[in-house]
C-alpha cells in the first residue's frame, strides 16, 4: 500500500492578498522553512523583543543571559548555544545557528533558569520559552521527510492530516497573534 505524503521541507504557502486586477484570483508567496527560522531569528536579534497578544514578551536578551551565564559558569544546560549563535550577524545565512537558537534545548534551558534556578535575569521569560518551542516545533513538522521518522519528524502523511494539522493552525494563529 502506498501513502501519500505532504512535503512540506520546501515550501510553506501563504496567501499574501487578492490579485488587484482580478479579485477572483489570489496571490500567494511561497516559503520555505529554513529562510522562516532565519527571518524570525534576525528579526527578533535585531529588534530584540516581540509582544504577544495578552502583552507577555519575547525578549532576545533571554538568549544572550542564557549564552553568559554557560560562558561564566562553563557548563552548558543541554544546548549548543554559544557567541556564535549570539552574534549571528556575521552569519545569517547559516541555518543550524537559527535552527540551534530556536531550539527546544535552548528553551528547555531558559524555562529551568526562570522556574528552577530562579535567577533574576529569567524572570518573566516564560513567553520566550513557549516562542521557541512553538517555532522549533513548527520547524520539525515543516522540515520533515522521513516517512519513517517519529513524531515531530515524521514526515506529512495526507491520511492522518487530522494529527499533524492541528499543530500547524495553532503555530499559524500563535505568530498571527504576535
Request: proline letters at 3%.
Amino acid at each position: 500500500m502506498v501513502t501519500n505524503y505532504v512535503d512540506m521541507s520546501t515550501l510553506v504557502t501563504v496567501q499574501l492578498m487578492m490579485h488587484p486586477l482580478d479579485p477572483q484570483n489570489k496571490i500567494f508567496v511561497f516559503l520555505d522553512i529554513c529562510h522562516i527560522l532565519k527571518l524570525v531569528r534576525n528579526t527578533l536579534g535585531t529588534g530584540g523583543v516581540f509582544i504577544e497578544q495578552d502583552g507577555n514578551k519575547i525578549l532576545w536578551q533571554c538568549f544572550v543571559e542564557l549564552q553568559n551565564l554557560q560562558e561564566e559558569e562553563g557548563l552548558r544546560l543541554g544546548n549548543k548555544l554559544k557567541l556564535s549563535h549570539i552574534k549571528w550577524q556575521q552569519q545569517k545565512m547559516k541555518v543550524n545557528l537559527a535552527a540551534q537558537t530556536l531550539s527546544t534545548s535552548v528553551a528547555d534551558a531558559i524555562e529551568h533558569c526562570c522556574q528552577t534556578l530562579k535567577l533574576e535575569q529569567f524572570q518573566g521569560s516564560e513567553a520566550t520559552g513557549k516562542f521557541v518551542h512553538i517555532f522549533d516545533h513548527l520547524f520539525d513538522i515543516l522540515n520533515s521527510r522521513n516517512p519513517c521518522a517519529k513524531g515531530n519528524k515524521l514526515a506529512l502523511p495526507t491520511d492522518n492530516k487530522d494529527v499533524w494539522s492541528p499543530s500547524l493552525d495553532e503555530a499559524f494563529k500563535y505568530v498571527l497573534a504576535l
